[in-house]
């Protein structure tokens, strides 16, 4: 039986032919996606929002690229950037790793906090950005945090926070750690100033930024299929955590269990904060009117 043509030596030759084909390509022109091995072209990536177009993987974005997709057109101002971290312990180490980071991403910090207009409404945003040290949080991530929450209550501005971060700066020692206590407390201030807060989880959200005013918002929505929770597989692995279900730590997982109010694409997530703003307003106006 003759086979056909894919399954002879035809296809295997076709086959390296394609692989060659786009080995040869310049670099920069495509970018393999890592959950289902599709090529994608880098422009087509960048329209579809940093979306695989045929598996919905999420890549992660940089925090510039959030407040892009985010805010209406140029409508961001941002606030405390010129809060510089200080090695408050000595550590060797640490000032030339903040600067590796720094150079790599262009950022002082691994987070931007500011004012920008959504669909109009003014709001108070902090985009954390995983690129720069894993969006770790030490004693400027805290501050920068917590001022904007308390320019958002002196301003009466609704707060949006979108997490990704794989926990708190060890090498900032303690003092990194009581961030932790610092942005719940401030948390805690904007409830009882009436003001709306929403969180925004993103690949990765977990550990300590999770622990405190990740998990603290009155809506917390999600990006598909990201990694969250207090830890990450491997000090799961060495904590001997076992029998666990296949989404485990991810957003799927976080849904069914009541962690997280809903998941949302990446095209939509736009539309869905600016329901969430609408809906906070209505409720605002119906009290005011009471």
């Not at 969180?199 to 598909?224: H, Q």
Request: charged share 25%; aromatic share 8%; net charge negative.
């Amino acid at each position: 039986m003759t086979p056909a043509p894919w399954f002879g030596r035809r296809a295997k030759a076709a086959r390296k032919t394609a692989r060659q084909s786009v080995d040869a390509l310049p670099d920069g022109l495509w970018t393999k996606c890592p959950q289902c091995s599709e090529i994608l072209f880098n422009k087509e990536l960048l329209k579809n929002m940093r979306v695989c177009n045929k598996c919905g993987y999420h890549y992660i974005l940089g925090a510039a690229e959030r407040i892009e997709s985010i805010v209406d057109d140029g409508a961001f101002e941002e606030m405390d950037a010129n809060l510089a971290t200080v090695n408050v312990l000595e550590f060797d180490e640490y000032e030339p790793k903040l600067a590796k980071w720094r150079a790599k991403t262009g950022m002082e910090e691994a987070i931007i906090t500011g004012v920008g207009e959504i669909d109009g409404r003014s709001v108070v945003l902090g985009v954390l950005d995983f690129h720069f040290w894993a969006g770790t949080m030490g004693g400027v991530v805290g501050e920068r945090v917590v001022r904007a929450m308390e320019f958002a209550i002196q301003n009466d501005m609704p707060v949006i926070m979108f997490i990704a971060s794989g926990g708190i700066r060890v090498t900032e020692g303690l003092p990194g750690l009581m961030q932790m206590a610092k942005t719940s407390a401030a948390c805690a201030k904007l409830h009882e100033a009436g003001i709306p807060y929403i969180v925004v989880l993103t690949d990765n959200s977990l550990a300590g930024v999770l622990a405190s005013y990740g998990s603290l918002g009155d809506f917390t929505i999600s990006e598909p299929g990201l990694l969250t929770g207090l830890t990450a597989d491997r000090v799961a692995k060495q904590a001997q955590v076992v029998n666990v279900p296949d989404n485990f730590r991810r957003a799927e997982f976080a849904l069914q269990n009541g962690h997280i109010d809903r998941i949302v694409p990446r095209k939509d997530l736009k539309p869905t904060l600016i329901k969430l703003l609408a809906f906070c307003r209505e409720q605002e106006d119906n009290e005011d009117a009471a």
